[in-house]
């Protein structure tokens, strides 16, 4: 049979296919879909972890007792995953164990560009990249086998336009899904330096292994084409080569790491011009020119960003692009904005006008740093907030300490706010804390966390109790406030930020687009408007500024009544209502 | 068969997703290779947004390029104009006569551009432009604005109409199947056709 599937959905697929049992993530995307889909087959296990390095290590486990497992994360996700990364490589294997890690060029969702591909070289661990759905059930099969023949965890590189990209699959059945025996085994997972010494000859001897390996694997493919010109490409690279260059030749590397030397350099030799097409950094071109071969690259395609056919053809054919039509397309930008209903709302209200310095995360929050709001100063990585103020506090002193709070998602806490939370109480600090408590994990959309009370599969399960949380750590400041409160909020945070320990509030109010947050809907500006903009302080997209008048999108405004709250002159009501 | 590509073009939440995979449904019906292009996280929260949906003998490249769409269905005016320079020369444009402001334009750092349709139509545009929030809340759902435009665009197409409703069937949830349904056939019938050709 065969079906349209996106990349992740074929990802999850190829792993029912493979007989995976355990699947352990945290959503990031483009990698959230992965797991999403695996827990809708009822054979595999999933779960949502606290975090990537706690999930790689539940696959690890699950591995280790006989399992064929899978870990899925995107790409800063592995900088979090690399701690067991670069020891299960020592390690290896008893039940097949697969990494998924999705790249995301041109930054659609994330805070930078890295490009994974070195972990697969520095960690000395295979990795295969996928060029369509197809081959994103294939690779991840292909995957099991490699890890369990060589005694190695594999990881499978996506990009977003191949995680995000539908294609047809033909579906097959699953297989070898029968647990492997567990032997007890100190000399291969006890990993101290007497033992870790031999498993990295054994490393050793394995890389040699698969650099063979590698000159044979099928996921490696030449199409002979015109011999005038040879491409040599992945992924989703190889897809936008295939119709800049149309009908050359092409060597598709379907394993990126550890490389073929033998097969490139035949392939070198048969072609004119060679040209290396990779997105991100120059990792094949790099190693091909160490084995002395000519190739055309990074020396005029970019390192940022994501490729293109277009972008191909304009660099290397000098192709330039030919309007149609006669039309000045310069527009306003549309940036993402927080949706109308949005809890974090009334948190960034609260904090433009105490002027605070805030330090901040990566969450839908994080949309609190552009304009309107323009509250927040710092966003690093997941948890990173905590650290900063603390460390900001150090800097700066008592008096700036005061003046700042960091702000955090719940599932972001989870993930790693928790340890900075430890260290301001450890090391004496005395910041404030935020967690702006949706209920949800929402930027990636929606998944369930530790502090919703669901798990991946949707089944009631207990919650982690934040203020409890945190008085156990030993912050005896836990405040609990509903952000469109606005004024108990704002005496709150001035409160909390003047006093002379540490504390954390805790924001709650449940993400408008939860299923069982229902508000009484639209809401309509009336006569009484004095066009004093009170109201459009908030960066509500469901208020609009028409010049002589201000109005709500009907269409738009869910009727969460926060604009309501700033309005002096009782002029925003209920659409065909009065007022309240 | 010839190659057909399709841009689908909105903001974040006006259901831009369920078209292109309703389209690439219809796609794989009619036997052809297709690949449809998604976007998922950060730019849903009511950014700009945009799908590919790429039909044909053999597709390669998942996105579609400047002056390569043969159709650019857009969701909202500005959205529109702002990827204009993706439909080819004697593309079809199938516009969704709405006005969402951006934020820089609601609180007031930029302009909403003026007269988008006639600037469209002057630049020698073919275009199909329809009410779709109006017909979409007439057939019983505000959020059907996507189906309705799948009816406009379907009855221009040359794929069967029945094609179109199995793939709706497949892919729509029963509970909201009807009035989606009614939204197609409103699209498919009700388009006054304003093209300049
Ligand atoms: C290490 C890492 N893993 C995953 C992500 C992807 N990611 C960005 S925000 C986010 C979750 C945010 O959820 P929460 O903190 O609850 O805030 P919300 O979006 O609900 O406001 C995730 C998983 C990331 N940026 N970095």
């Known amino acids: 049979m065969k079906k349209l599937m996106l990349g992740n959905e074929a990802v999850a697929r190829g792993a029912y296919e493979a007989g995976v049992r355990v699947a352990a993530a945290y959503p990031g995307t483009p990698s959230t879909e992965i797991t999403e889909n695996i827990a809708k087959y009822d054979e595999m296990y999933s779960e949502w972890s606290p975090n990537e390095k706690v999930a790689l290590e539940v696959a690890i486990g699950a591995s280790v007792a006989g399992a064929r497992a899978i870990c899925s994360m995107k790409h800063v996700g592995l900088n979090v995953a690399a701690d067991p990364l670069f020891t299960v490589s020592y390690t290896g294997v008893n039940g097949g164990l697969v990494i998924m890690v999705a790249d995301d060029p041109g930054m659609h969702s994330s805070q930078n560009e890295q490009d994974s591909r070195f972990y697969a070289r520095a960690s000395k661990v295979p990795m295969l990249e996928p060029s369509n759905s197809q081959e994103c059930k294939d690779f991840v099969k292909a995957a099991f086998d490699i890890s369990e023949r060589f005694d190695c965890p594999v990881i499978v590189r996506l990009s977003t336009r191949i995680a995000h990209s539908q294609s047809i699959v033909e579906i097959n059945k699953r297989q070898n899904d029968e647990l492997k025996p567990y032997v007890k085994d100190p000399a291969k997972y006890v990993m101290m330096p007497a033992m870790a010494r031999a498993r990295h000859l054994a490393v050793e001897k394995r890389m040699a292994e698969l650099k063979a390996f590698a000159e044979e694997t099928p996921v490696n493919t030449i199409e002979w084409g015109s011999t005038d010109i040879g491409v040599i490409t992945s992924g989703i690279s190889y897809q936008y080569a295939r119709e800049a260059f149309g009908n050359v030749s092409y060597l598709k590397l379907g394993m990126v790491y550890p490389l073929p030397d033998k097969l490139i350099t035949e392939f070198a030799a048969k072609v004119g011009t060679l040209y290396v097409i990779e997105e991100l950094e120059p990792f094949f071109e790099n190693q091909i020119r160490k084995m002395g071969i000519k190739v055309i690259g990074k020396d005029i395609l970019p390192v940022t960003g994501e490729y293109s056919a277009s972008l191909l053809r304009q660099k290397i054919f000098n192709e330039a692009f030919e309007k149609s039509y006669d039309v000045d397309v310069q527009s306003p930008v549309r940036p993402p904005v927080m949706c109308p209903g949005c809890p974090h709302r009334g948190t960034f209200h609260v904090l433009k006008k105490l002027k605070l310095t805030v330090t901040g995360d990566i969450g839908c929050y994080t949309l609190g740093a552009l304009s309107p709001t323009e509250s927040m100063d710092t966003c690093i990585c997941m948890g990173a907030s905590i650290g900063m103020a603390h460390g900001m506090e150090k800097a700066r002193g008592r008096e700036f300490g005061k003046k700042t709070v960091a702000i955090l998602g719940d599932s972001t806490f989870i993930h790693s706010g928790i340890t900075g939370l430890i260290d301001i109480v450890y090391n004496k600090g005395c910041s404030t804390v935020i967690i702006l408590d949706n209920s949800i994990t929402g930027m990636t959309g929606h998944q369930q966390n530790p502090t919703t009370g669901f798990t991946i599969k949707g089944e009631p399960v207990k919650q982690v109790d934040l203020a409890l949380l945190a008085k156990a750590v030993g912050i005896d400041r836990v405040r609990v406030v509903d952000p469109f409160e606005i004024k108990e909020f704002e005496r709150i945070v001035k409160e909390e930020t003047e006093a002379d320990e540490p504390s954390l509030i805790i924001a709650q109010r449940p993400c408008a687009l939860l299923k069982n947050v229902r508000y009484e809907g639209p809401r309509m500006i009336n006569e009484n408007c004095k066009k004093c903009r009170s109201c459009l302080r908030i960066g509500c997209p469901a208020i609009v500024d028409k010049g002589d008048k201000i109005m709500i999108n009907s269409a738009l405004c869910v009727g969460c009544k926060l604009c309501t709250k700033l309005c002096s002159f009782n002029a925003i009501v209920k659409a065909g209502g009065k007022n309240d | ?197």
């Open chain 2, 1 to 197: 068969m010839t190659d057909l590509n399709i841009m689908i073009v909105g903001v974040g939440g006006q259901g831009t997703l369920l078209a292109s995979r309703l389209l690439g449904n219809v796609a794989m019906k009619q036997g052809f290779d297709v690949k449809v292009s998604e976007v998922h996280g950060m730019s849903q929260r009511g950014g700009s947004v945009v799908t590919y949906v790429k039909m044909g003998e053999k597709v390669y490249s998942p996105i579609i390029e400047k002056g390569e769409a043969d159709y650019l269905l857009a969701f909202e005016n500005l959205e529109a104009l702002r990827w204009i320079d993706y439909l080819k020369n004697g593309g079809t444009l199938v516009l969704n006569d709405q006005q969402i402001d951006p934020m820089p334009v609601i609180i007031g750092k930029a302009k909403y551009p003026e007269k988008i349709i006639e600037r469209l139509r002057e630049g020698g545009v073919r275009m199909d432009v329809i009410d779709a929030l109006q017909i979409a809340k007439e057939c019983g759902n505000i959020k059907s604005v996507n189906i309705v435009l799948l009816g406009v665009l379907a009855k221009t197409s040359n794929i069967a109409k029945e094609v179109w409703l199995e793939a709706m069937r497949e892919v729509i949830p029963q509970k909201i199947l009807d009035v989606n349904l009614r939204a197609f056939d409103a699209g498919y019938n009700g388009t006054k056709d304003t093209s300049k050709a």
